[in-house]
C-alpha cells in the first residue's frame, strides 16, 4: 500500500531484463555463429541503441563477448560460471549413484563418477563390483583430464577449438608414457569414439587394469564429467562394458538436463 492508501501494482516482468533474457537465449540458439548487433535487436525487437546498452551491460558481467574485428556478439564464460553453480546446487552424488549401482551390479565391475574442472577429472561417486580383486581408487581421487580412457572420452566431446589447445600441449597421458602418444593414431581414435560413445584403455595406465568412459554432458553443450567402468576384466569384454557405459552416461546427462530445467523453471507460471 501507498502512503495515501492506494494499492501498489506490481509488473510481472521488467522490460529491460526480459530484453536481455531473449538477448541471451537468442545467443544461444545461434551459437555455432557469432551475432550482429542489427540481427539481434531484430530478433528481440528493440532499437539498436537500447541493444548495444544491454549487450554492454551483458559484456561486463561475462555473459557476452564481442569479437574485435568483427564487431560480432557470441555467449561469454560467465554462463559457465552461471551453468556450474546450477550443477553445484544438485547433490549430484545422488543423481549419478543409482545409475553407477545398476552398471556395477550388471557387470561386476567397478564404477567411477569423476567431474571435470580445470585440468582434473575428481572421482566423486564410486560403487564397488563384486569381483575378488577390486581397484583402489577413492572417493576425491583425482586424475589428470588428459589420463586414459576417461581423458579420450572426454576430449572427444570437446569443441573444435578446446580440442586443439588441449592437443597442442607437449604432454599427453592418453596412453600413460606421454612418448606412447601419436596423434595420427588418437585422431583415428577419437573418430570411433564419436560412433561407439565410448572410450577403452586397454591397460595402458597400469597393466592388467581396462577401463572404459564415456562423457557426461550438460544442459549447455559442455563436458560435465564422465562414467568410468574400471577392472580386471578380459579385454573381450570391453565392447559390451562400453556400450553399458555409454547407455549410462547418457541416462545421467538426460536426468541432469531436466534437473537443470527443474531448477530454472520454478516460480514460472505465478
Known amino acids: 500500500m501507498s502512503k495515501s492508501g492506494s494499492s501498489i501494482t506490481y509488473g510481472e516482468s521488467v522490460p529491460a ?7 541471451l537465449v ?21 532499437h539498436n541503441s537500447k541493444g548495444y546498452s544491454i549487450l554492454n551491460t551483458l559484456i561486463r558481467f561475462g555473459f557476452v563477448q564481442r569479437n574485435p574485428f568483427t564487431k560480432a556478439y557470441t555467449l561469454g564464460p560467465g554462463l559457465a560460471f552461471l ?14 549413484e543409482p545409475f553407477l549401482k545398476r552398471l556395477s551390479e550388471t557387470t561386476g565391475e567397478t564404477s567411477l563418477f569423476g567431474i571435470l574442472s580445470g585440468e582434473q577429472v575428481f572421482i566423486i561417486s564410486k560403487q564397488e563390483g563384486n569381483q575378488p580383486i577390486g581397484v583402489n581408487i577413492g ?15 572426454i576430449v572427444a566431446c570437446l569443441s573444435d577449438e578446446e580440442r586443439k589447445r588441449v592437443l597442442s600441449r ?31 584403455d586397454r591397460g595402458d595406465l597400469q597393466h592388467g587394469i581396462n577401463a572404459v568412459s564415456s562423457a557426461v554432458i550438460g544442459a549447455d553443450g559442455e563436458v560435465v564429467g564422465c562414467v568410468i567402468l574400471i577392472g580386471t576384466f578380459p579385454e573381450k569384454e570391453i565392447k559390451r562394458f562400453g556400450a553399458m557405459v555409454a ?22 507460471g505465478k
Not at 83 to 96: T, Y
Not at 171 to 198: C, V
Open 26 to 46: 537468442f545467443l544461444a540458439n545461434n551459437s555455432g555463429s557469432p551475432q550482429r548487433l542489427i540481427d539481434i535487436c531484430k530478433e528481440v525487437g528493440i
Open 17 to 23: 531484463v526480459e530484453q536481455a533474457c531473449k538477448v
Open 83 to 96: 551453468g556450474r553453480k546450477v550443477i553445484d546446487n544438485m547433490d549430484l552424488r545422488e543423481i549419478v
Open 139 to 153: 572417493i576425491g581421487h583425482r586424475f589428470h583430464m588428459t589420463a586414459g580412457a576417461h581423458g579420450k572420452a
Open 170 to 200: 607437449k604432454r599427453l597421458y592418453f596412453y600413460g608414457d606421454p612418448s606412447r602418444f601419436k596423434r595420427n593414431l588418437f585422431l583415428r581414435e577419437l573418430e570411433q569414439i564419436n560412433k561407439t560413445g565410448f572410450a577403452e
Open 247 to 268: 547407455e549410462t552416461a547418457r541416462g545421467i546427462t538426460s536426468r541432469l538436463a531436466l534437473e537443470i530445467r527443474g531448477h530454472w523453471g520454478k516460480g514460472e
